[in-house]
């Protein structure tokens, strides 16, 4: 399978605790992004890397949040002290450029 | 900002056709997009179309574009139960150096056996 992946697909946690996520986008990509889909809404974007480099966060990316890509192969992202809010589905894509991103299977965050 | 919408619902007979239509704001959209999502999963890309392009037919879908209006369709022929899923429009604009993707709320597509 050279699609993305994700992992793992569901985390609970409790409130107040740190989570991290990763993220392996396919090979050849060298841009990975990161959105985050709450119940009955689209995806709203994070986050995202080129190569390496975080290039553009959104203003809903609090400080609680972080997200890296050390070798601009994998990615994790991290949310610090969750709360209830953050409750979502977490989901990656990548693409090559600024070619179609395609997405993994997300991530499903419950926090209780 | 960019604005993409959608409507909530559609509800169709297995065999027939479907349109979901979806209407955007970015006058400086460079793709548009569809994406299904089944229950618990992430995005599938079904198509794309560039905002050159006034048709493309893919198998049985048909996606329109008309860009004046800044409106966007997708016809699904044959409407299957596997076709049962959330159908996402979303549009991305270049100019800001990547291609940020705005997506719409989603529309729910149920097909009646």
């Known amino acids: 399978d050279t699609g993305v992946s994700q992992d793992p697909r569901h985390k609970i946690t409790k409130r107040g605790q740190n989570v991290t996520f990763r993220c392996d986008p396919i090979?050849?990509?060298?841009?990975l992004y990161w959105y985050r889909q709450t119940l009955g809404q689209g995806p709203e974007f994070l986050t995202y890397?080129?190569?390496?480099?975080?290039?553009?966060k959104s203003r809903l990316l609090s400080d609680r949040f972080s997200a890296e890509r050390p070798k601009g192969s994998f990615s994790t992202l991290e949310i610090q002290r969750t709360e209830q809010g953050d409750s979502a589905m977490y989901l990656c894509a990548s693409s090559f450029q600024t070619d179609t991103q395609y997405f993994g299977p997300g991530t499903r965050l419950t926090v209780l | 900002g960019e604005d993409v919408e959608q409507s909530l619902f559609l509800s169709v007979r297995e065999g027939d056709s479907s349109v979901i239509n979806c209407t955007y704001t970015?006058?400086?959209?460079?793709?548009l997009y569809w994406y299904k999502q089944e229950p618990g999963a992430g995005l599938q890309l079904l198509t794309y179309?560039?905002?050159?392009?006034d048709m493309k037919q893919d198998q049985r879908l048909t996606v329109l574009l008309n860009k004046k209006d800044k409106h966007l369709s997708l016809r699904i022929a044959d409407t299957q139960t596997g076709d049962s899923a959330i159908y996402f429009c979303?549009?991305?604009?270049?100019?800001?150096?990547?291609?940020?993707?705005?997506f719409g709320i989603g529309t729910k597509l149920q097909v009646i056996p």
């Open positions: 979303a549009e991305s604009d270049g100019s800001g150096g990547y291609q940020k993707v705005t």
């Open positions: 970015d006058s400086s959209s460079t793709y």
């Open positions: 890397f080129q190569n390496e480099a975080q290039l553009e």
């Open positions: 090979s050849e990509h060298n841009r």
């Open positions: 179309i560039f905002s050159n392009m």
